[in-house]
Antibody, heavy 119, light 110 residues
């Protein structure tokens, strides 16, 4: 069945980087966009960015530009999200979500990866 | 990219209806018919409930419906059930491969 399996929880110090993986199965990853979304404790969902397979490009939310890198390894059907220069306010659950090809219909989600930034 | 505006909370008794608004701008909600809605229960992944304003994915009950007028989209849940109690978020395409979520609404079934 179609599913996204994310990597495990991470604890990082301020200033460090974190890389979260999202392995897709049950479908051809090369035909689908992938969103990254996060939720900080007690806060709402925040759209972070997207991988566009058509143009092999990425788009990040303005506030994360310069710190967010999203990549895709088609050989392993795995997408990656790397966030650098971590701050305590980056503590959140990070989700990958497949775009179902209707402009923003995130139809399949990973279970989430908890990233804690603390000194 | 400012978050779309939703009311913090909404409530209704079982069997009643509740409507949640999602207000954006002419650069996002007002510009595209690409508004989606997500149901989020604590400690679970969000679930797609509607896309392209009013289309339901397979398996979503027809109690969930959507509409849009100008810069504001709405989600209506009819015939409220206890399992509908959750946080709901709208999301809109904002052009150039960018998207924005709403602030979220907690729905309580009284």
């Amino acid at each position: 069945q179609v599913q996204l399996v994310q990597s495990g929880a991470e604890v990082k110090k301020p200033g460090a980087s974190v890389k979260v993986s999202c392995k897709a199965s049950g479908y051809d990853i090369t035909n689908y966009y992938m969103h990254w979304v996060r939720q900080a404790p007690g806060q709402g969902l925040e759209w972070m960015g997207i991988i566009n397979p058509i143009y092999n490009s990425t788009t990040s939310a303005q506030k994360l530009q310069g710190r967010l890198t999203m990549t895709r390894d088609t050989s392993t059907s795995t997408d990656y999200m790397e966030l650098s220069s971590l701050r305590p306010e980056d503590t959140a659950v990070y989700y990958c979500a497949r775009d179902g090809r209707h402009f923003g219909d995130m139809d399949v989600w990973g279970k989430g990866t908890t990233v804690t930034v603390s000194s | 990219q400012s978050a779309l505006t939703q009311p913090p909370s909404a409530s209704g008794s079982p069997g009643q209806s509740v409507t949640i608004s999602c207000t954006g701008t002419r650069r996002d909600v007002g510009a595209f018919d690409y508004v989606s809605w997500y149901q989020h229960h604590p400690d679970k992944a969000p679930k797609l409930m509607l896309y392209e304003v009013n289309k339901r994915p397979s398996g979503v009950p027809d109690r969930f419906s959507g509409s849009k007028s100008g810069n504001t989209a709405s989600l209506t849940v009819s015939g409220l059930q206890t399992e509908d109690e959750a946080d709901y978020y709208c999301n809109s395409y904002a052009g150039g491969d960018s998207y924005v979520f709403g602030t979220g609404t907690r729905v309580t079934v009284l």
